[in-house]
């Protein structure tokens, strides 16, 4: 079974400041692919970044990077200069196996960015 | 691409009335439409699996009598919940899954009155 930790409820961070939000995962399964999504209130999903397990550079978008260290089982999600607008909750979810299977979420870390 | 259209994103039933939600995908063939609730303040919750021509497979512990899933088409899967509660309120959301960049409906907030 999969199973995602992310052991931060809450985050603050000053606005321009870089923030790091944690995720731990556990699974059997070789291949794999991790994800960090963003919540905001309206409840829609936003797709931030995707890391691959067989990856061997860590995935980037723009402010989002993907810290991954696979024999520690971790995919940590860096976002650089924070802005307001990035308060909201991130999930790190991950799949396994071949084919279409679903995510498995984590609990989530709410992000809250001061001006 | 990979664009799923959710609809309502709000609804508000009378206890015991049925509620019907509609993920379309617009401009991609889904065989296949994962669905999920999330309770407030808490994670995404797997209930279902819809495919396309077959039975939906339920999660343990979802009802399937009550949450009636249809994937009639290759561009739409409907959630029915039926007979709702109180306690059936929640967020519900969809996704294709894999091969249209996991992207997600925009979900639909349930209130039972």
């Known amino acids: 079974a999969q199973k995602i930790t992310q052991t931060q409820p809450g985050m603050f961070v000053q606005e321009k400041e870089a923030v790091t939000l944690d995720c731990t995962y556990d699974t059997s399964d070789p291949s794999y692919g991790l994800f960090w999504y963003k919540q905001p209130s309206s409840g829609e999903m936003i797709f931030l970044i995707y890391q691959g397990s067989y990856d061997q550079q860590n995935a980037t978008e723009g402010r989002y990077s993907l810290n991954f260290q696979k024999a520690r089982k971790s995919a940590n999600l860096v976002i650089s200069a924070s802005q307001l607008g990035d308060s909201a909750m991130y999930f790190c979810a991950m799949r396994g196996r071949a084919g279409n299977t679903p995510l498995v979420f984590g609990k989530g870390t709410r992000l809250s960015v001061i001006a | 691409g990979a664009v799923v259209s959710q609809h309502p994103s709000r609804v508000i039933c009378k206890s015991g009335t049925s509620v019907k939600i509609e993920c379309r995908s617009l401009?991609?063939?889904?065989?296949?439409m994962f669905w999920y609730r999330q309770f407030p303040k808490q994670s995404l919750m797997l209930m279902a699996t819809?495919?396309?021509?077959?039975?939906?497979?339920?999660e343990q512990g979802v009802e399937k009598d009550k949450f009636l899933i249809n994937h009639a088409s290759l561009t739409l899967s409907t959630l029915t919940v039926t007979s709702a509660h109180p306690e059936d309120s929640s967020f519900y959301i969809c996704s294709p899954g894999q091969g249209y960049g996991y992207t997600f409906g925009s979900g639909t907030r349930l209130t039972v009155v």
């Open positions: 819809s495919n396309e021509g077959s039975k939906a497979t339920y």
């Open positions: 401009d991609f063939q889904a065989t296949t």
